[in-house]
Nanobody
Framework: QVQLVESGGGLVQTGGSLRLSCAAS????????MGWHRQAPGKQRELVATITKGGTTNYADVGEGRFTVSRDNAKNTVYLQMNSLKPEDTAVYYCYALLANGNPYWGQGTQVTVSS
């Protein structure tokens, strides 16, 4: 089991930046992969980015090269740096963790709102 706590969401203007944080309650060495999904009103939840415990990253097209996922093992934290934000990025962003035992976990989400 793992608890995930997201932070860093908020309101920004178009072109601005945010860094989301996801703090895990256990060593992320024991987590196969972590990352971020988002869900906008009326839309399906979609992948944004993931990072494995080995450091391999994966980005969905929705990021358009503007997002970077990283981790700090000492802090048991994964980050999502979002630059050049657009109104289309407005969504609830959810942290995700896939444990080695195959069990997935989700954070409660953090709201990102980009004003036009």
């Amino acid at each position: 089991q793992v608890q995930l706590v997201e932070s860093g969401g908020g309101l920004v203007q178009t072109g601005g930046s945010l860094r989301l944080s996801c703090a895990a309650s256990r060593s992320i060495f024991s987590i196969n992969a972590m990352g971020w999904h988002r869900q906008a009103p009326g839309k399906q939840r979609e992948l944004v980015a993931t990072i494995t415990k080995g450091g391999t990253t994966n980005y969905a097209d929705v990021g358009e090269g503007r997002f970077t996922v990283s981790r700090d093992n000492a802090k048991n934290t994964v980050y999502l740096q979002m630059n050049s934000l657009k109104p289309e990025d407005t969504a609830v962003y959810y942290c995700y963790a896939l444990l080695a035992n195959g069990n997935p976990y989700w954070g409660q989400g953090t709201q990102v709102t980009v004003s036009s």
